[in-house]
Nanobody, 117 residues
Framework: QVHLVESGGGLVQAGGSLRLSCAAS????????MGWYRQAPGKQRELVAA???????NYADSVKGRFTISRDNAKNTVYLQMNSLKPEDTAVYYC???????????WGQGTQVTVSS
């Protein structure tokens, strides 16, 4: 009954920008954290950025200074602004929401980000 709908992925040239969004809809969630993971072909899923309640943020070293995570709590939405994109950023990006309600972790369907040289 809870759905995380992602949007904003696509194809972009190196050095370009994209903004991802993820909106939680359906049942009301008591959210404790929102963030983004990504998975490149043949690699494990890795944390890109996270923003727990309280306004703190965490970023993977590879994206620091280039990506910015933000939240609109009234809309249960999380964003990922990606600037200065590099080919190594190419991956499927997954929205992640942690909430009080079981199963506690929720995932979006994934959105493809492809950065060309």
């Amino acid at each position: 009954q809870v759905h995380l709908v992602e949007s904003g992925g696509g194809l972009v040239q190196a050095g370009g920008s994209l903004r991802l969004s993820c909106a939680a809809s359906g049942n009301i969630l008591i959210i404790t954290s929102m963030g983004w993971y990504r998975q490149a072909p043949g690699k494990q899923r890795e944390l890109v950025a996270a923003m727990p309640n309280g306004g703190s943020t965490n970023y993977a070293d590879s994206v620091k200074g280039r990506f910015t995570i933000s939240r609109d709590n009234a809309k249960n939405t999380v964003y990922l602004q990606m600037n200065s994109l590099k080919p190594e950023d190419t991956a499927v990006y997954y929205c992640n929401v942690q909430a009080w309600q079981y199963p506690h972790n929720y995932w979006g369907q994934g959105t493809q980000v492809t950065v060309s040289s």
